[in-house]
C-alpha cells in the first residue's frame, strides 16, 4: 500500500523559514497533482498549493509570494517515485497547522499522516 511520509515540520520563529517534504513510498502511476493542506487548530482543512501534471501551480491567496512548491521530478514523468516540496518562507503565526500532502491519481488520492509546524510570534 502506498504511503506517503512527511518530514520537515517543526518550531520556528515568525519571519523564520522551513522547508516540507513528502516522498512516496513506491511509484505511484498517473498522477495528475501533487498538493499541500494545512489544518489549524480548531479549523477546516484548506488548499495551501497544489502542482499539476502540467507543472502549472495554484497557491492559496494567504501563502501567495511566501510559499513555493516544487517536485523532484516532473509530475508528467510516469515511471518516478516523485517527492514533493513546501518552501515556507516569512512564516507567520497564522500559517501554524498541521501540514498534509497529498498525491492525486484518476479515481484516487493519496493522504500522508501530516507534520506540525508552530509558528512561534
Known amino acids: 500500500q502506498v504511503q506517503l511520509v512527511e518530514s520537515g515540520g517543526g518550531l520556528v520563529q515568525a519571519g523564520g523559514s522551513l522547508r516540507l517534504s513528502c516522498a512516496a513510498s513506491e511509484r505511484i502511476f498517473s498522477i495528475l497533482d501533487m498538493g499541500w493542506y494545512r489544518q489549524p487548530p480548531g479549523k477546516q482543512r484548506e488548499l495551501v498549493a497544489q502542482?499539476?501534471?502540467?507543472?502549472?501551480?495554484?497557491?492559496?491567496?494567504?501563502?501567495k509570494g511566501r510559499f513555493t512548491i516544487s517536485s523532484r521530478f516532473p509530475i508528467s514523468r510516469v515511471n518516478a517515485q516523485n517527492t514533493v516540496y513546501l518552501q515556507m518562507n516569512s512564516l507567520k503565526p497564522e500559517d501554524t497547522a498541521v501540514y498534509y500532502c497529498?498525491?492525486?491519481?484518476?479515481?484516487?488520492?493519496?493522504w500522508g499522516k501530516g507534520t506540525l509546524v508552530t509558528v512561534s510570534s
Open positions: 497529498r498525491f492525486a491519481r484518476a479515481g484516487m488520492e493519496y
Open positions: 502542482i499539476n501534471s502540467g507543472g502549472s501551480t495554484t497557491y492559496a491567496d494567504s501563502v
